[in-house]
């Protein structure tokens, strides 16, 4: 999809059906008001950083390449969105809602390791300012994912989080941490 970039006045952007992975290209759409878009491989939305009259941003990141990697359950395949900080310089922002599907990078852990800990792995926008983070693994915490009980085998550690704050600004995940044992 290059060349959007040439569309200096678009101020609505709308796509389903499809997983949109060229963010890049809608980098500088200065007049840009509206992105609803079904996205896939999205760690940061920087790209959205230079469209300063953006109003509602609506993205949805299924974690699959395709509809056939779906069908097969075996494990996300798309990178996962866990950085959502450049939206902090929109001033005009009304509406976020993420919902975001996939995997996060390859963690190795030594073979005995029963349980595992990770502090606050994303990184929210100032419009979630003061709204608590819900994570959920193996058990339920505002402050960090966590697995108990791990037996060695896992392939990947399966969580969620979601952070709202009212009923217009929302990031909800589902994700999965790929285990390399050694």
Not at 3 to 30: D, H, M, V, W
Not at 65 to 94: M, V
């Amino acid at each position: 999809m290059s060349g959007f970039n040439q569309f200096s006045s678009l101020k609505i952007i709308q796509g389903a059906g499809g997983n949109f992975n060229r963010f890049r290209e809608l980098n500088g759409l200065k007049e840009l008001r509206e992105v609803w878009l079904e996205g896939s491989n999205q760690l940061t939305l920087n790209s959205l950083k230079n469209s300063p009259n953006l109003e509602t941003i609506v993205l949805n990141f299924n974690g699959f390449e395709n509809y056939d990697e779906r069908l097969r359950n075996e494990g996300f395949s798309q990178t996962l969105t866990t950085d959502i900080s450049a939206l902090s310089t929109l001033n005009k922002l009304k509406q976020i809602k993420i919902n975001a599907r996939g995997r996060m990078a390859t963690f190795t852990l030594k073979k005995g390791t029963t349980s595992y800990r990770l502090f606050d792995p994303i990184v929210a926008s100032k419009q979630f300012e003061g709204a608590e983070m819900n994570y959920s693994s193996s058990i339920e915490n505002n402050e960090w994912l966590e697995w108990n009980n791990l037996e060695g085998n896992e392939e990947y550690l399966d969580f969620s989080w979601r952070v709202d704050k009212g009923s217009n600004f929302s990031y909800t995940v589902e994700g999965q941490i790929p285990i390399r044992w050694k």
